[in-house]
């Protein structure tokens, strides 16, 4: 499972990503790629978000289960405290 998060990008960008996956709300996009079409989509966002933020959470084999990557503005950071991820307001 694959979630894909977009803060402040552009429309085209978003409708563009919904031939991969599903948009449960504006700018969250859900679905099942594999590890390669994940990583060239999210090259693909990185390269388009211009002033935007993205995140990605994707399975992975570690304690968590899951793995974040975060390019951008986001509204959130991820602090990583050994090997635990967990999120962070900005001040």
């Given at each position: ?10 429309p ?5 990503i919904?031939r991969?996956?599903?948009e449960?709300?504006?700018g ?5 790629l594999?590890?390669?079409?994940r990583d060239l ?9 211009a ?14 289960g899951?793995?974040?990557r975060?390019e951008?503005?986001t509204?959130?950071v991820v602090e ?12």
């Amino acid at each position: 499972m694959t979630v894909l998060i977009l803060e402040s990008v552009s429309p085209g960008l978003r409708g563009e990503i919904t031939r991969w996956l599903l948009e449960l709300k504006p700018g969250v996009f859900v679905g099942t790629l594999s590890a390669m079409v994940r990583d060239l989509l999210w090259e693909k966002v990185c390269n388009e978000a211009a002033d935007g933020g993205c995140v990605l959470v994707h399975r992975a084999a570690n304690e968590q289960g899951f793995a974040i990557r975060m390019e951008g503005r986001t509204s959130k950071v991820v602090e990583d405290f050994e090997g635990l991820l967990l999120m962070r307001v900005p001040e």
